[in-house]
C-alpha cells in the first residue's frame, strides 16, 4: 500500500472518504502559512457563472437513503476551490453542514441496518472534522447531544451504537479524570464487552477509545485497557474477528517500541513472527507489516525496523500465493533504503528530455535526493522549503535531484516550468516501470512520499527524512551559515546552454 503523508470511522467506504478529504485539506491548510493565494478579483463575467452553477452541498429533497449516502460521498470527494485558510473553513463548514443535514434524512427515514449505521459514522466523522476546523461552534456540545439522542430510539441497532459512543464520548475527556473514574470506566468497558455477543464494531470501540486516550500521554491506562479486554476477543468464535484482534493489540503494544527495552522489543517482535506463522497471511497482513515497520522507522528506529522486515520476510516468500510473494520482495528495497546511512546512495535514470543521468557530475556536492509526484499535496505543500533550500544553499555547493512518481510526463514537464524549478528531474515513462514502479522508487522501496534522502559531501547518506526545518538545520550543519542574497546567481531555466552545473551536464549541455 503506498501512501502519500500521511480513520475516521469503522466503516471502510466512508472511512476512506473520510480518510482522504482530512488528508487534501490538512495538508492543503498547512501550506498555506508559506504561499496562500490572493483572492481573484469578482467580475461580471465570474458573477454571472456562479449563479448559473447549481450548489454542490444543497442535499436532496425526497432522497432515498441510498441517494442521500451517493450524495455524501460526493461532496466528500470535492476539493477547497479557494486555498486559503478562511477557504478551506468555508468549504469544511459547507460539507460538515450538507453531510449532518443528509445524515439525519437517513436517520429519520426509512433505512437499512447499513444505512443507518453508515449515517451514524457520517454524523459523528463530521463531527470530528468540524471540530478539527473550528468549523461549527459548539460542535463538542452538539457531538454529545447527538449522541444523547440515539439513547432514546426505537431501533435497537441505534441504541446499541449510542451504548459504543457513550464510552467514546467519556474518553475524550480522559485527562481530566482522576485515578478511580478511570478505573470506574474499564469496569463499566468490562462489564459492557462482557454482556454482548462480541463483534468487529466492539474491536472498533476499543481502538476508538484508545486512540482518545493517547492524547493525554497515559500510555499506561492504553495498556491496561488492551490487556483487561483482550481476553474477551480472543474467546470469540468469529476466526477473522480473533485475526483482527490479534492484529490490533500487537500494534498497540508496537505503538510503544521507543519506550522498550531490547529484551522487550525482541519478545515483541517473536510474538510477531509468531502470530504470522500460525495465521493464514494474505495481502493485508504485508500491508499491516509495512505499517508497523513505517511506525518504528518514524520513531527513529530504522535499525529496528530492518530486523522487523528481515524477520518476516521469510513468512511471506514461502506462501503458495505467488502475488504475495513477490509483494513480499519490496522489503529487499525497503530494507536497502533503511540501511542507507553512512553508506553511498546509487542513482541511475533518465531526465525529462530523455538523456541519460550522470550521479557522478555530483560527486563533491551536498544532494537531496527528493521522491516526489504533482499529485502529491505533501510533496506540493513540501515545495517552497526545497526551493528556499536551493536559494541558499546552492551557492555552496548543495544540489537536488527529484525522482519523479507521476505517470504523465507533460504534466511533469509543466510543473517544472510553471513553478521555474532549476534542478534535475528523473522520470520514467516505460509502461512497466512508470509512477510507484519507477526502477529507483523500487530499488529503495518508497512506501511514501515525499520520501527526502540527504547525501554528504562524501557521496555518503547523512538522512532519510530531510523535510521541513530539518532541511535547513541540516545543510547549516553540512555547509554553515546560508550564501548571501548577492552571492547566488540567477539560475536559468532548465536546459539552458549558459553553465557547467551538473544538472546542465545531465542535459547533454556538458563540453
Known amino acids: 500500500m503506498k501512501l502519500c503523508f500521511w480513520w475516521l470511522n469503522r466503516s471502510i467506504f466512508f472511512g476512506c472518504l473520510l480518510f482522504g478529504l482530512v488528508v487534501n485539506v490538512s495538508t492543503i491548510s498547512a501550506s ?24 454542490p452541498f444543497a442535499v436532496p429533497e425526497d432522497a432515498t437513503a441510498d441517494e442521500l449516502l451517493a450524495f455524501i460521498r460526493k461532496i466528500q470527494r470535492l476539493a477547497p476551490k479557494d486555498r486559503t485558510r478562511q477557504g478551506i473553513q468555508e468549504h469544511v463548514l459547507k460539507l460538515t453542514t450538507a453531510s449532518i443535514e443528509a445524515a439525519d434524512k437517513i436517520l429519520a427515514g426509512e433505512a437499512t441496518d447499513e444505512q443507518l449505521t453508515m449515517a451514524i459514522d457520517v454524523k459523528i466523522g463530521m463531527f ?22 440515539l439513547k432514546g430510539d426505537q431501533r435497537p441497532l441505534v441504541v446499541a451504537f449510542a451504548k459504543r459512543l457513550v464510552f467514546i464520548e467519556e474518553a475524550r475527556e480522559w485527562s481530566a479524570l482522576d485515578a478511580s473514574e478511570k478505573d470506574a470506566f474499564l469496569e463499566r468497558l468490562m462489564g459492557y464487552l462482557s454482556e454482548v455477543e462480541i463483534e ?19 500510555l499506561a491506562a492504553v495498556k491496561k485497557l488492551c490487556l483487561a479486554v483482550q481476553p474477551i476477543f480472543m474467546k470469540s468464535k468469529d476466526k477473522q474477528l480473533v485475526d483482527s484482534a490479534k492484529q490490533f493489540f500487537l500494534t498497540e503494544e508496537f505503538a510503544e517500541w521507543s519506550a522498550m527495552d531490547p529484551s522487550h522489543k525482541e519478545a515483541c517482535l517473536e510474538k510477531l513472527v509468531g502470530y504470522l506463522n500460525e495465521t493464514e497471511i494474505g495481502r493485508a497482513h504485508l500491508y499491516w507489516i509495512n505499517g508497523i515497520g ?22 511471506f516468500l514461502k506462501s503458495d500465493n505467488k502475488q504475495l510473494a513477490e509483494e513480499a520482495q519490496s522489503f529487499d528495497g525497503i530494507v536497502r533504503r533503511l540501511q542507507l546511512p553512512g553508506n ?34 505533501p510533496c506540493i505543500r513540501e515545495m517552497p522549503n526545497v526551493k528556499e533550500a536551493y536559494k541558499n544553499y ?58 527526502t534522502i540527504l547525501v554528504g559531501q562524501d557521496g555518503k547518506v547523512v538522512s532519510l ?5 530539518a532541511l535547513g538545520n541540516q545543510l547549516k550543519e553540512l555547509l554553515g551559515d546560508p550564501s548571501p542574497p548577492e552571492e547566488e546567481k540567477e539560475e536559468a531555466a532548465p536546459g539552458a546552454d549558459t553553465t557547467d552545473d551538473p544538472k546542465e551536464k545531465n542535459e547533454g549541455d556538458s563540453d
Open 465 to 469: 527524512s530531510a523535510r521541513g526545518t
Open 394 to 451: 546552492h551557492a555552496k555547493g548543495f544540489d537536488i535531484v527529484g525522482i519523479s512518481l507521476d505517470e504523465d510526463i507533460e504534466k511533469v514537464k509543466k510543473y517544472v516550468e510553471t513553478n521555474q524549478i532549476p534542478w534535475a528531474i528523473l522520470f520514467s515513462d516505460v509502461e512497466e516501470a512508470t509512477g510507484w514502479k519507477h526502477p529507483m522508487a523500487v530499488h529503495y522501496g518508497i512506501q511514501a512520499i515525499p520520501a
Open 128 to 149: 470530528n472534522l468540524a471540530e478539527n476546523f473550528n468549523a461549527i461552534p459548539d460542535v463538542a456540545k452538539k457531538r454529545k447531544e447527538f449522541v444523547e439522542s
Open 294 to 315: 513505517r511506525q518504528i522507522e518514524y520513531m527513529g528506529s530504522p535499525e529496528d525496523a530492518v530486523k522487523l522486515y528481515l524477520a518476516v520476510q521469510p513468512i
Open 200 to 218: 468487529k464494531a466492539h474491536l472498533q470501540l476499543v481502538s476508538n477509545i484508545s486512540r482518545q486516550i493517547k492524547p493525554s500521554q497515559d
Open 32 to 55: 498555506t502559512h508559506s504561499e496562500e493565494p490572493a483572492a481573484e478579483p469578482a467580475t461580471e463575467e465570474s458573477a454571472e457563472v456562479a449563479k448559473a452553477e447549481p450548489d
Open 344 to 377: 553511498e546512495m546509487p542513482i541511475e535514470g533518465f531526465l525529462l528530455d530523455g538523456k541519460e543521468f550522470d550521479w557522478s557530475a555530483y560527486k563533491g556536492k551536498v544532494v537531496l535526493v527528493d521522491f516526489w509526484a504533482t499529485w502529491c499535496s
